[in-house]
């Protein structure tokens, strides 16, 4: 079992930038492809990167791709979502994720899919 703990949320204008971490527990983080989704006010849970468990390969949602970039540290046991070029429609609860996958998916965007949750962030994009 893992337990993931979200930081680096907040309060950003439009334009800017933010970077998320989340730290997780054990010793096992290695095994495990993470992933961020974000959920707005009245909206679904909604996918927005990947990575796999060795950090060879990322996967995003078409609405961050070429802003958004995923990465982990797993020495640390810290996956990272470094945020740039925000935008209002950024604003949500944002969630980090584990998949115990073993066969090194790179395109899982299902929330069912992943097996532990955080108990997610704030970010609000100020227009």
């Known amino acids: 079992q893992v337990q993931l703990v979200e930081s680096g949320g907040g309060l950003v204008q439009a334009g800017g930038s933010l970077r998320l971490s989340c730290a997780a527990s054990?010793?096992?983080?290695?095994?495990?492809?993470m992933g961020w989704f974000r959920q707005a006010p009245g909206k679904e849970r909604e996918f927005v990167a990947r990575i796999t468990r060795s950090g060879g390969s990322t996967y995003y949602a078409d609405s961050v791709k070429g802003r958004f970039t995923i990465s982990r540290d797993n020495a640390k046991n810290t996956v990272y979502l470094q945020m740039n070029s925000l935008k209002p429609e950024d604003t949500a609860v944002y969630y980090c994720?584990?998949?115990?996958?073993?066969?090194?998916?790179?395109?899982?965007?299902?929330?069912?899919?992943?097996?532990?949750w955080g108990q997610g962030t704030q970010v609000t994009v100020s227009s």
């Open positions: 994720a584990a998949d115990q996958d073993s066969i090194g998916r790179v395109v899982v965007v299902e929330t069912r899919r992943y097996d532990y």
């Open positions: 054990g010793r096992t983080f290695s095994s495990y492809a």
